[in-house]
């Protein structure tokens, strides 16, 4: 009997011992896999670097997360649609600019985000510029520097005109990444087959929705954006159809970003209308892509402790110092009160000394194009003072201004064309009255002009590579303004020519 109970025991004992070891296996499995996917999805991680050049120019802003390209689909959209490119090369024919053995073009980062890689665009891709010093010279990099030859409209046209193509599917983009050699686990083969394509197609529909308005603009050329205006759709909805015909045409050129400390509190972007450098890069990486949810402060806060001493490279070349002394006096009589000037080898922004520096410049005064101003709204600096609410950061500083800001100038030979819009192709042009100024020239193409500072204006085409072909009569690529005797255009061509050699030392 005795013998018979421990039998039982011993019987029903087993299948307990087993569900346990089940129980238990069945938990590590959960928490190994549920481990992994945390690990694998949850996670981002930004591409980092240690040098704060190459942070400027490939690291993460935080634009990634929610407007960023898959990683792949960046890579495969040049071979897949190669006619859709306005040259040879790639991205490079959009003014991309590209380092010998680097991966992504500059101002181009990487973030891995819910466990695909994804890039987007960061400060760089707007203020970094070449140079060639002859036709047959490579092309020289400047960070810093205004992208002269970056084609933003085009590349954006690009990608709305993507999404139209039939041939943008998730079979023909795997196949495309299999030719390409890409080495996608099986999580990343099952994502992109069935679900990363699609998504982005349809991202790439509703982008094309909201910038619609660009059907109503003319093109944009290389080197120029209108901040403003995709701002007010992407941003915040704005009803873009019903927008008046004189809001609608903003763009201008890209700036330096130079020397940022001085210019903290005097009135910055073209119109002037926010005194806050921190808030202006803030809303500057709103364009480049970043939410007020992704904006990454801290990988934003090195770039912004880089700029705010980063001073601008030297002029290359001989300087005729007597010639630039005598165009000091002149500059000093016509141009310091408004833009400061350089004198002991420093730039000099002191705004006590030169009362309108940074100061805004009403319209009916300065003269110049209206487009850009008229494009930026009281209602959209309204809009723009919700932003981060709740935060410390929240902007509050924005405002609708009547003209254009008086900038300061260092660094001023390696920002043509010059005004707001680039509409004069070099200094020594500018110096003349509007109707000796160029009518028609041709922006995007590098090689500098020594003579006349800027770069040369004449080259239509060079090999395959035609230039953009820029119309002073276009709406809002005028060339007036800034003219008449106070702004020395009365002088004569030997005094116009000492005040140009003057301003090569900034």
């Not at 307990?16 to 499995?29: G, P, Y």
């Not at 890689?117 to 970094?128: E, G, I, S």
């Not at 205006?229 to 609608?248: A, G, R, S, T």
């Not at 002191?350 to 003269?367: K, Q």
Request: hydrophobic share 35%; with cysteine; aromatic share 14%.
């Amino acid at each position: 009997m005795a013998t018979h109970q421990k039998q039982s025991a011993a019987k029903s004992e087993k299948p307990s011992k087993s569900r346990l070891i089940f129980t238990i296996l069945i938990i590590a499995i959960i928490l190994v896999v549920g481990g992994y996917l945390i690990a694998r999805f949850v996670p981002e991680k930004p591409v980092d670097y240690e040098a704060i050049d190459d942070h400027f120019k490939y690291g993460s802003i935080g634009s990634e997360p929610a407007n960023g390209l898959p990683y792949w689909i960046w890579k495969v959209l040049p071979e897949m649609f190669p006619e859709k490119f306005p040259g040879k090369g790639g991205y490079a024919s959009f003014g991309f600019i590209y380092e010998e053995g680097r991966d992504l073009p500059i101002g181009v980062s990487q973030r891995r985000v819910t466990g695909i890689d994804r890039v987007w665009l960061n400060c760089a891709v707007c203020h970094t510029g070449t140079l060639r010093e002859t036709k047959d010279s490579p092309p020289q990099i400047f960070l810093g520097m205004p992208a002269n030859d970056f084609k933003l409209y085009q590349f954006i046209q690009f990608l709305r005109e993507v999404a139209l193509d039939n041939r943008f599917t998730s079979e023909n983009v795997m196949a495309t990444i299999e030719e390409m050699g890409g080495n996608l686990d099986l999580i990343e083969k099952v994502a992109y087959r069935y679900f990363i394509v699609d998504r982005v197609r349809a991202a790439l529909f509703e982008l094309r929705d909201q910038l619609n308005f660009l059907e109503r603009q003319h093109p944009w050329g290389p080197g120029r954006v209108d901040t403003f205006n995709p701002y007010k759709v992407i941003q915040f909805n704005f009803p873009m159809d019903q927008l008046p015909e004189e809001e609608l045409i903003g763009p201008a050129d890209y700036p330096s970003i130079w020397n940022q400390r001085p210019r903290e509190g005097m009135y910055l972007h073209w119109d002037g209308n926010n005194p806050s450098v921190k808030e202006r890069n803030k809303s500057a990486a709103l364009g480049a892509g970043v939410t007020p949810v992704t904006i990454d402060l801290e990988r934003i806060s090195r770039i912004e402790d880089w700029l705010w001493d980063f001073e601008p490279p030297a002029y290359p070349k001989e300087i005729d110092q007597s010639k630039a002394d005598e165009g000091k006096q002149l500059y000093i009589q016509y141009c310091a009160e408004c833009h400061g000037l350089k004198e002991r080898d420093q730039y000099v922004f002191d705004t006590d000394r030169f009362a309108r520096l940074g100061r805004v410049e009403p319209i009916e005064e300065i003269g110049t194009d209206p487009g850009r101003l008229n494009s930026y709204t009281e209602i959209l600096s309204v809009n723009q003072n919700t932003l981060y609410v709740g935060y410390p950061w929240r902007f509050k500083h924005f405002r609708k201004t009547n003209g254009y800001a008086n900038m300061p100038l260092d660094g001023i030979w390696l920002r043509a064309p010059y005004l707001h819009n680039g509409s004069v192709p070099t200094l020594r042009d500018l110096l003349e009255p509007v109707e000796n100024r160029p009518q028609v020239f041709y922006r995007g193409y590098n090689v500098y002009d020594w003579e006349k500072v800027g770069f040369i204006s004449e080259v239509a085409k060079e090999g395959d590579h035609s230039f953009f072909k820029f119309d002073t009569q276009v709406k809002g690529n005028s060339n007036a303004g800034h003219e008449g005797e106070a702004y020395g255009t009365s002088l004569s061509g030997a005094q116009k020519e000492a005040i140009v050699e003057y301003m090569k030392t900034f």
